[in-house]
Nanobody
Framework: QGQLVEFGGGSVQAGGSLRLSCTAS????????MAWFRQGPGKEREGVAS???????VYTDSVKGRFTISRDNAKNILYLEMNSLKPEDSDLYYC??????????????????WGQGTQVTVSS
């Protein structure tokens, strides 16, 4: 499905916003699911949000109402708009893709294609 590269991480104060982007080196054939995960030191990789080829989105409870996942199919870019950021959102964020849609879209082991990660740091 091509190489994934994330952009847009950085440092922001609590309450601020960031937008992460993930580009794919080649088109991702349908059906697919793309997702954002995050992982901190000593923690398991946590699913944050996913979107599939039918534009169905899924969010983990802690980011509902604050984060929005979207994909620009023409440009082949996945986005994660993050608002009202909290210090506990600080993590290394990864994008991932898989070649099917359906259940378990926030479970890391269902994905085989990963980016290298981009750091998000939120200060209080």
């Amino acid at each position: 499905q091509g190489q994934l590269v994330e952009f847009g991480g950085g440092s922001v104060q609590a309450g601020g916003s960031l937008r992460l982007s993930c580009t794919a080196s080649e088109g991702i054939p349908r059906p697919y699911t793309m997702a954002w995960f995050r992982q901190g030191p000593g923690k398991e990789r946590e699913g944050v949000a996913s979107i599939d080829s039918s534009s169905t989105t899924v969010y983990t409870d802690s980011v509902k109402g604050r984060f929005t996942i979207s994909r620009d199919n023409a440009k082949n870019i996945l986005y994660l708009e993050m608002n009202s950021l909290k210090p506990e959102d600080s993590d290394l964020y990864y994008c991932a893709s898989r070649s099917y849609s359906g259940a378990w879209s926030l479970v890391a082991r269902t994905y085989k294609n990963w980016g290298q990660g981009t750091q998000v740091t939120v200060s209080s």
